[in-house]
Protein backbone atom coordinates (compact mmCIF):
# COMPACT_ATOMS: atom_id res chain seq x y z
CA UNK A 1 0.00 0.00 0.00
CA UNK A 2 1.60 3.03 -0.98
CA UNK A 3 1.44 6.44 0.79
CA UNK A 4 3.03 9.64 1.77
CA UNK A 5 2.52 10.70 5.60
CA UNK A 6 4.15 11.70 8.00
CA UNK A 7 4.23 8.28 10.15
CA UNK A 8 3.14 7.41 13.16
CA UNK A 9 5.59 5.85 15.75
CA UNK A 10 4.27 3.78 19.29
CA UNK A 11 7.09 3.23 21.78
CA UNK A 12 5.75 1.23 24.52
CA UNK A 13 7.57 -0.16 27.60
CA UNK A 14 7.21 -0.02 31.58
CA UNK A 15 8.57 3.13 31.67
CA UNK A 16 9.45 2.44 35.09
CA UNK A 17 10.39 4.84 35.80
CA UNK A 18 10.89 6.62 32.46
CA UNK A 19 14.54 8.33 31.86
CA UNK A 20 16.41 10.15 29.55
CA UNK A 21 17.58 7.49 27.13
CA UNK A 22 14.03 6.81 26.33
CA UNK A 23 13.15 10.54 25.86
CA UNK A 24 16.57 11.28 23.56
CA UNK A 25 15.63 8.01 21.49
CA UNK A 26 12.09 8.80 21.16
CA UNK A 27 12.82 12.39 20.03
CA UNK A 28 15.70 11.02 17.54
CA UNK A 29 13.14 9.02 15.71
CA UNK A 30 10.71 11.61 15.62
CA UNK A 31 12.90 13.76 14.16
CA UNK A 32 14.26 11.39 11.23
CA UNK A 33 10.95 10.57 10.06
CA UNK A 34 9.68 14.08 9.65
CA UNK A 35 8.79 15.62 13.33
CA UNK A 36 6.61 12.48 13.91
CA UNK A 37 4.50 11.73 16.84
CA UNK A 38 5.87 9.73 19.28
CA UNK A 39 2.99 7.61 21.58
CA UNK A 40 4.65 6.56 24.51
CA UNK A 41 2.54 3.73 25.96
CA UNK A 42 3.34 2.62 29.84
CA UNK A 43 2.72 -1.63 29.83
CA UNK A 44 -0.27 -2.40 32.24
CA UNK A 45 0.82 -6.05 32.56
CA UNK A 46 4.50 -6.49 30.59
CA UNK A 47 3.73 -10.35 29.82
CA UNK A 48 7.99 -10.71 29.37
CA UNK A 49 9.43 -8.75 32.60
CA UNK A 50 8.74 -8.19 36.35
CA UNK A 51 5.78 -6.28 36.78
CA UNK A 52 6.51 -2.35 37.12
CA UNK A 53 7.58 -1.45 40.83
CA UNK A 54 5.38 1.74 40.58
CA UNK A 55 1.85 1.75 39.35
CA UNK A 56 0.17 3.18 36.02
CA UNK A 57 -0.69 6.44 37.21
CA UNK A 58 2.66 7.16 38.80
CA UNK A 59 4.18 6.24 35.76
CA UNK A 60 1.64 8.13 33.69
CA UNK A 61 3.17 10.74 36.35
CA UNK A 62 6.29 10.61 35.34
CA UNK A 63 6.13 10.48 31.70
CA UNK A 64 3.96 13.52 31.37
CA UNK A 65 6.70 15.51 33.18
CA UNK A 66 9.77 14.11 31.08
CA UNK A 67 7.49 14.75 27.99
CA UNK A 68 6.02 18.37 28.74
CA UNK A 69 8.98 20.64 26.79
CA UNK A 70 8.08 18.33 23.63
CA UNK A 71 5.15 18.01 21.51
CA UNK A 72 5.95 15.61 19.28
CA UNK A 73 5.93 13.07 22.31
CA UNK A 74 2.73 12.36 23.35
CA UNK A 75 1.47 10.56 26.47
CA UNK A 76 -0.87 7.53 25.73
CA UNK A 77 -2.88 5.48 28.22
CA UNK A 78 -4.05 3.11 25.82
CA UNK A 79 -2.28 -0.10 26.99
CA UNK A 80 -3.25 0.62 30.74
CA UNK A 81 -6.98 0.73 29.90
CA UNK A 82 -7.10 -3.25 28.54
CA UNK A 83 -7.21 -6.36 30.57
CA UNK A 84 -5.01 -9.08 30.45
CA UNK A 85 -0.78 -9.04 29.34
CA UNK A 86 0.47 -5.73 27.20
CA UNK A 87 1.30 -7.01 24.19
CA UNK A 88 2.49 -5.14 21.60
CA UNK A 89 0.38 -7.40 18.84
CA UNK A 90 -2.57 -5.68 20.54
CA UNK A 91 -1.61 -2.81 20.25
CA UNK A 92 -0.48 -2.35 16.91
CA UNK A 93 -3.83 -3.97 15.97
CA UNK A 94 -5.50 -1.56 17.71
CA UNK A 95 -3.58 1.37 16.22
CA UNK A 96 -3.71 0.00 12.63
CA UNK A 97 -7.32 -0.29 12.90
CA UNK A 98 -7.57 3.21 13.72
CA UNK A 99 -5.30 4.50 11.10
CA UNK A 100 -5.81 1.81 7.73
CA UNK A 101 -3.43 3.73 5.52
CA UNK A 102 -1.15 5.83 7.62
CA UNK A 103 2.66 4.35 7.39
CA UNK A 104 3.08 2.81 11.48
CA UNK A 105 6.02 2.69 13.21
CA UNK A 106 7.09 0.41 15.82
CA UNK A 107 10.10 1.28 18.17
CA UNK A 108 12.13 -0.80 19.77
CA UNK A 109 15.70 -1.35 20.89
CA UNK A 110 18.37 -3.93 19.36
CA UNK A 111 18.05 -5.94 21.88
CA UNK A 112 14.61 -6.87 21.16
CA UNK A 113 14.91 -6.76 17.61
CA UNK A 114 17.48 -9.22 18.41
CA UNK A 115 14.75 -11.50 20.28
CA UNK A 116 11.49 -10.82 18.13
CA UNK A 117 11.88 -14.10 16.58
CA UNK A 118 10.32 -15.66 20.35
CA UNK A 119 7.41 -12.45 20.62
CA UNK A 120 3.87 -13.61 20.18
CA UNK A 121 3.17 -13.90 16.59
CA UNK A 122 6.06 -11.96 15.37
CA UNK A 123 5.41 -12.89 11.95
CA UNK A 124 2.16 -10.85 11.43
CA UNK A 125 4.21 -7.76 12.72
CA UNK A 126 5.31 -6.67 9.40
CA UNK A 127 1.72 -6.85 7.73
CA UNK A 128 1.00 -3.90 10.91
CA UNK A 129 4.17 -1.66 11.24
CA UNK A 130 7.41 -0.67 10.29
CA UNK A 131 10.26 -0.98 12.80
CA UNK A 132 12.31 1.57 14.23
CA UNK A 133 15.40 -0.11 15.83
CA UNK A 134 17.48 2.10 18.33
CA UNK A 135 20.96 0.73 18.96
CA UNK A 136 21.92 -1.07 22.72
CA UNK A 137 25.38 -1.87 23.24
CA UNK A 138 26.89 -5.07 22.39
CA UNK A 139 23.93 -6.54 20.94
CA UNK A 140 23.62 -10.03 19.00
CA UNK A 141 21.87 -9.87 15.76
CA UNK A 142 18.08 -10.55 14.92
CA UNK A 143 17.85 -14.06 13.05
CA UNK A 144 17.84 -13.90 9.25
CA UNK A 145 14.07 -14.89 9.54
CA UNK A 146 13.31 -11.47 11.60
CA UNK A 147 15.58 -9.53 9.00
CA UNK A 148 14.04 -10.98 6.10
CA UNK A 149 10.82 -9.89 7.39
CA UNK A 150 11.62 -6.23 7.86
CA UNK A 151 14.30 -5.34 4.96
CA UNK A 152 16.55 -2.28 5.69
CA UNK A 153 15.36 0.71 4.47
CA UNK A 154 14.96 4.64 5.02
CA UNK A 155 13.21 6.95 6.42
CA UNK A 156 12.07 8.02 2.84
CA UNK A 157 10.84 4.65 1.76
CA UNK A 158 9.16 4.02 5.14
CA UNK A 159 7.02 7.13 4.88
CA UNK A 160 5.90 5.93 1.79
CA UNK A 161 4.40 2.80 2.58
CA UNK A 162 2.43 1.56 5.58
CA UNK A 163 4.46 -0.81 6.92
CA UNK A 164 7.17 -4.18 6.48
CA UNK A 165 10.34 -1.83 6.33
CA UNK A 166 12.95 -1.37 9.02
CA UNK A 167 14.86 1.74 9.52
CA UNK A 168 18.19 1.11 11.70
CA UNK A 169 18.97 4.22 13.83
CA UNK A 170 22.59 4.39 14.73
CA UNK A 171 22.71 6.69 17.63
CA UNK A 172 21.28 7.58 20.52
CA UNK A 173 22.15 4.47 22.31
CA UNK A 174 19.76 3.11 24.54
CA UNK A 175 22.65 2.44 27.45
CA UNK A 176 20.64 3.47 30.46
CA UNK A 177 19.30 0.28 32.82
CA UNK A 178 16.17 0.91 34.54
CA UNK A 179 17.37 -2.09 36.93
CA UNK A 180 20.58 0.18 37.69
CA UNK A 181 18.32 3.27 37.94
CA UNK A 182 15.95 2.41 40.90
CA UNK A 183 19.34 0.53 42.78
CA UNK A 184 20.50 4.50 42.65
CA UNK A 185 17.19 5.55 43.82
CA UNK A 186 17.01 3.46 46.90
CA UNK A 187 21.20 4.06 47.66
CA UNK A 188 21.39 7.62 47.19
CA UNK A 189 17.23 9.02 46.38
CA UNK A 190 18.32 10.58 43.21
CA UNK A 191 19.93 9.38 39.63
CA UNK A 192 21.71 11.75 36.74
CA UNK A 193 19.97 9.59 34.43
CA UNK A 194 16.50 11.18 35.27
CA UNK A 195 14.56 14.54 34.31
CA UNK A 196 15.14 16.29 37.00
CA UNK A 197 10.94 16.58 37.79
CA UNK A 198 10.96 13.10 37.20
CA UNK A 199 13.00 12.51 40.07
CA UNK A 200 11.35 15.47 41.91
CA UNK A 201 8.09 13.58 41.51
CA UNK A 202 10.08 10.70 42.55
CA UNK A 203 11.06 12.04 45.77
CA UNK A 204 7.92 13.64 47.17
CA UNK A 205 6.11 10.52 46.77
CA UNK A 206 8.38 8.13 47.60
CA UNK A 207 8.44 5.76 44.85
CA UNK A 208 10.95 2.99 44.29
CA UNK A 209 11.98 2.50 48.02
CA UNK A 210 13.64 6.07 47.84
CA UNK A 211 13.21 7.04 52.27
CA UNK A 212 11.36 9.41 53.65
CA UNK A 213 14.20 10.83 55.05
CA UNK A 214 15.61 11.98 51.59
CA UNK A 215 16.74 15.29 52.07
CA UNK A 216 18.58 16.49 49.06
CA UNK A 217 16.15 19.57 47.48
CA UNK A 218 17.94 20.79 44.80
CA UNK A 219 15.45 19.52 42.07
CA UNK A 220 12.15 19.70 43.43
CA UNK A 221 10.48 21.50 41.83
CA UNK A 222 8.37 24.62 42.71
Same mark, same amino acid.
Given at each position: ??????????? *? &????????????? $??????????????????????? #?? @????? *???? /???????????????????? /????????????????????????????? &??????? /???????????????????????????????????????? &???? @??????? /??? #????????????????????????????????????????? $?? #????? #?????
Amino acid at each position: MMCDSVPLVLF *G &GTFDPVHRAHISA $ARAVSKVLGDAPVHLLPNAVPPH #KA @QPMAD *GEER /LAMLRLACRDYPELVVDDWE /LRQDGPSYSLHTLRHFRQQNPERPLVFMI &GADSFAT /LHRWHHWQDYARLCHLAVVPRPDCELATVEVQSAFPESDA &GQLR @QQSCGLR /LML #KRPFLDVSATAIREALQQKGDCPALDPAVSAHIRRHHLYNV $AN #KTTST #KHEAP
